[in-house]
């Protein structure tokens, strides 16, 4: 039996158009620009058009990421979408995006871990590509984020936007090495002990509604940093490669402290972080696959390059993939 690895093809991103400031939101609520910089380093979020779902802007983002690797849709056998802001109930709306692409082959379907969904999926895309299951994968993060806030609550609808990033992953033949192109390791945690500090009160099996974010934003700091070098150190243990051999760290954009702290904590230089929470804010699964597309558009990204991705969510779940594009 031949052994694969999942090589990274190209990426794409997709940004609703309305802009939503600080500026903004202090007329709607109890805030300021300075509060909300000084705690989370967000300027501004985009949030999406009435009318405009999840799966249109991940399809936007998937169109993007196939156009950026060179590849026909028609040559995707498996989409994976993280997403915890399906446009429906069911069925996923990766079938949505799998219709929208125009294929009518292979499988899609959501992976929900909130903001750890992108690792989540890309974890799960490279487990099928490896295993032979599939040969070509989209792997999408997309989020709605603004249809779960609480408009009146000034502690959680600062932190969030909308947004949709992916990646497209190919199975090339040959094992992981560390030394070549393609995902080297990945790595997953959760613990359901911790569902009441950052959750949504509501859903179909509980109240029939879709509820809205609520979050104990001290505890989740908290706990954000040390789940996030947990992860990091296992990768780097599993391959033998350290903070410095990375030439970028792609973190979940939630918010900078966080940020800076767990970098700092793993010796990892500032220059090589990618922040993007100040434009962004906090899309939840489609956080990572922005932060790297940004990179990749600005041609700062050179094949042969070490790359970590990590992200902690609500669960909480937590994970790390380090890949060589």
């Known amino acids: 039996m031949n052994a694969f690895r999942s090589v990274v093809l190209g990426c794409g991103s997709y940004l609703p158009e309305k802009v939503l400031t600080n500026a903004d939101l202090a007329e709607m609520v109890d805030t300021s620009d300075e509060w909300i910089v000084q705690r989370t380093g967000i300027h501004q979020r985009h949030v999406a058009a009435e009318g405009e779902v999840t799966s249109d802007m991940a399809i936007k983002a998937a169109q993007a990421a196939l156009e950026n690797a060179g590849v026909d849709a028609s040559t995707i056998d498996l989409i994976i979408l993280a997403t915890s802001t399906p446009d429906n109930t069911f069925p996923a709306s990766a079938?949505?995006?799998?219709?929208?692409?125009?294929?009518?082959?292979?499988?899609?379907?959501?992976?929900?871990?909130?903001?750890?969904?992108?690792?989540?999926?890309?974890?799960?895309?490279?487990?099928?590509?490896?295993?032979?299951?599939?040969?070509?994968?989209?792997?999408?993060?997309?989020?709605?984020?603004?249809?779960?806030?609480?408009?009146?609550?000034?502690?959680?609808c600062v932190l969030f936007g909308d947004g949709a990033g992916a990646i497209v992953l190919d199975a090339v033949e040959g094992a992981p090495d560390i030394n070549e192109s393609g995902v080297l390791t990945c790595h997953l945690r959760s613990d359901g002990r911790h569902k009441e500090k950052l959750y949504v009160d509501g859903g179909p099996s509980s109240t029939q509604t879709t509820g809205h974010l609520r979050m104990e934003g001290r505890e989740v700091f908290k706990h954000a940093v040390g789940m996030v070098t947990d992860v990091v150190e296992a990768a780097f243990e599993a391959t033998g490669l350290s903070a410095d051999d990375l030439n970028w760290f792609v973190p979940h954009q939630a918010n900078k402290r966080i940020i800076d702290a767990s970098a700092k904590k793993l010796g990892i230089a500032p220059e090589k972080v990618v922040v993007t929470v100040g434009e962004h804010a906090n899309t939840s699964a489609a956080t990572i696959p922005l932060a790297l597309d940004s990179i990749v558009q600005a041609g700062k990204v050179k094949k042969g390059d070490l790359i970590m991705l990590e992200a902690m969510g609500g669960g909480f779940t937590w994970g790390a993939v380090l890949l060589r594009w």
């Open 95 to 156: 079938v949505t995006v799998q219709a929208g692409l125009g294929i009518t082959h292979g499988m899609a379907f959501d992976v929900q871990a909130v903001c750890s969904g992108f690792v989540y999926a890309v974890t799960t895309a490279d487990a099928y590509l490896r295993g032979g299951l599939a040969k070509r994968a989209l792997v999408i993060g997309s989020e709605t984020f603004s249809r779960l806030l609480d408009w009146n609550d000034r502690t959680t």
